[in-house]
Antibody, heavy 117, light 108 residues
């Protein structure tokens, strides 16, 4: 079945860096745009980035532009999010999701990133 | 940027009909998608393109979109429908997806 599994979350100090990974299975990864969406504790969903199938199309939310970098490796069926200059407000569960037309389905189970000293 | 407004909470008794709204400027001209998120779980799409249901989603879930309001309707509400519901659309001006703030559905 179609599945996305995130990894790489954890506790990091303000100003630090972290790389999240998302491994896909059950579908042809290279045929789909992929995205990252996060959810701060007790809050709503915030889209942060997506990438086209060949990596030529990339967009970021203003809140992470210049600090986060999205990338993918189609051969490894993997999506990445490199996060630099992390702030307390970046604390959230980070979900990867497959883009279908103009919505996201499915979503991974999420990985928690905590930015704290 | 485009903004979507949802009520923070909606309460309904079992067996009744819940209506969750998503407001936006001329939202009826856009396509709206809805997600259900149960505690500790990832969001799951329940309605796409205003009114289409993915396979596996009960017919009790339906959607509509007109004017400045999109609506997710859940008929014959069950205890298992308790969740947060989020609307989402794609802002063609920014090429960014936009999410509503979410509505917590409580089944009394």
């Amino acid at each position: 079945q179609v599945q996305l599994v995130e990894s790489g979350g954890g506790l990091v100090k303000p100003g630090g860096s972290l790389r999240l990974s998302c491994t896909a299975s059950g579908f042809t990864f290279s045929d789909y745009h992929m995205g990252w969406i996060r959810q701060a504790p007790g809050k709503g969903l915030e889209w942060i980035s997506y990438i086209g199938f060949s990596s030529r199309t990339i967009y970021y939310a203003d809140s992470v532009k210049g600090r986060f970098t999205i990338s993918r490796d189609n051969a490894k069926k993997s999506l990445y999010l490199h996060m630099n200059s992390l702030r307390a407000e970046d604390t959230a569960v980070y979900y990867c999701a497959r883009r279908i037309d103009y919505w996201f389905d499915p979503w991974g189970q999420g990985t928690l990133v905590t930015v704290s000293s | 940027s485009y903004e979507l407004t949802q009520p923070p909470s909606v309460s309904v008794a079992p067996g009744q009909t819940a209506r969750i709204t998503c407001g936006g400027n001329n939202i009826g001209r856009k396509s709206v998608h809805w997600y259900q998120q149960k505690p500790g779980q990832a969001p799951v799409v329940v309605i796409y393109y205003d009114r289409d249901r993915p396979s596996g989603i009960p017919e009790r879930f339906s959607g509509s979109n007109s004017g400045n309001t999109a609506t997710l309707t859940i008929s014959r509400v069950e205890a298992g429908d308790e969740a947060d519901y989020f609307c989402q659309l794609w802002d063609s001006n920014t090429e960014h997806p936009v999410f509503g703030g979410g509505t917590n559905l409580a089944v009394l």
